[in-house]
Antibody, heavy 120, light 106 residues
Framework: EVQLVESGGGLVQPGRSLRLSCAAS????????MHWVRQAPGKGLEWVSG????????GYADSVKGRFTISRDNAKNSLYLQMNSLRAEDTALYYC?????????????WGQGTLVTVSS | SYELTQPPSVSVSPGQTASITCSGD??????ACWYQQKPGQSPVLVIY???KRPSGIPERFSGSNSGNTATLTISGTQAMDEADYYC?????????FGGGTKLTVL
């Protein structure tokens, strides 16, 4: 059974940093691209960042480019999102999502999300 | 930048057919996906590569994509299909979601 478990969310002040983690199990992690998708309270889905199986292809939404860094450790079956210079508008539930094939595929499995609240 | 536009809401009677559209520039040249999200739950992929259904998704869910519009069709809509639906596509390796459509079954 595929499982994606996010952690690392919490309350953080504007301008500070936070690192999210996603622990994957139930599939061959290093065969698939992985992504982060967020959802602000009461709002729609927003793609944040993605990384190919070998970290050779990485992409970011314009809203986070230069502030967030995605990475993965295939030996640990883990995905990460380093978030710096956080803003109030980064407040959201952050989902880890697996792609059903190449980098630009459908997100066939999602975690339950970890909540990030940016507030003073 | 790329934009996907969905109607905010769609209503359908039980047993009838619901259609949810998603519009974007030359969307038909890209693959479209659709996600269902119920309150308090993570999204679920219901259609990928325009018209393919993941295992476990009922046959009443179907999709098409041509020109500037992708369409999610739910035939014989059931009360359990009431949810928010999001379209999604890729443009220059950047992921884009539509704003979402609230499907009401009444």
């Amino acid at each position: 059974e595929v499982q994606l478990v996010e952690s690392g969310g919490g309350l953080v002040q504007p301008g500070r940093s936070l690192r999210l983690s996603c622990a994957a199990s139930g599939f061959t992690f290093d065969d698939y691209a992985m992504h982060w998708v967020r959802q602000a309270p009461g709002k729609g889905l927003e793609w944040v960042s993605g990384i190919s199986w070998n970290s050779g292809s990485i992409g970011y939404a314009d809203s986070v480019k230069g502030r967030f860094t995605i990475s993965r450790d295939n030996a640990k079956n883990s995905l990460y999102l380093q978030m710096n210079s956080l803003r109030a508008e980064d407040t959201a539930l952050y989902y880890c999502a697996k792609v059903d094939g190449d980098y630009a595929g459908g997100f066939d499995y999602w975690g339950q999300g970890t909540l990030v609240t940016v507030s003073s | 930048s790329y934009e996907l536009t969905q109607p905010p809401s769609v209503s359908v009677s039980p047993g009838q057919t619901a259609s949810i559209t998603c519009s974007g520039d030359k969307l038909g040249d890209k693959y479209a996906c659709w996600y269902q999200q119920k309150p308090g739950q993570s999204p679920v992929l219901v259609i990928y590569q325009d018209s393919k259904r993941p295992s476990g998704i009922p046959e009443r869910f179907s999709g098409s994509n041509s020109g500037n519009t992708a369409t999610l069709t739910i035939s014989g809509t059931q009360a359990m299909d009431e949810a928010d639906y999001y379209c999604q596509a890729w443009d220059s390796s950047i992921g884009w979601f539509g704003g979402g459509t609230k499907l009401t079954v009444l």
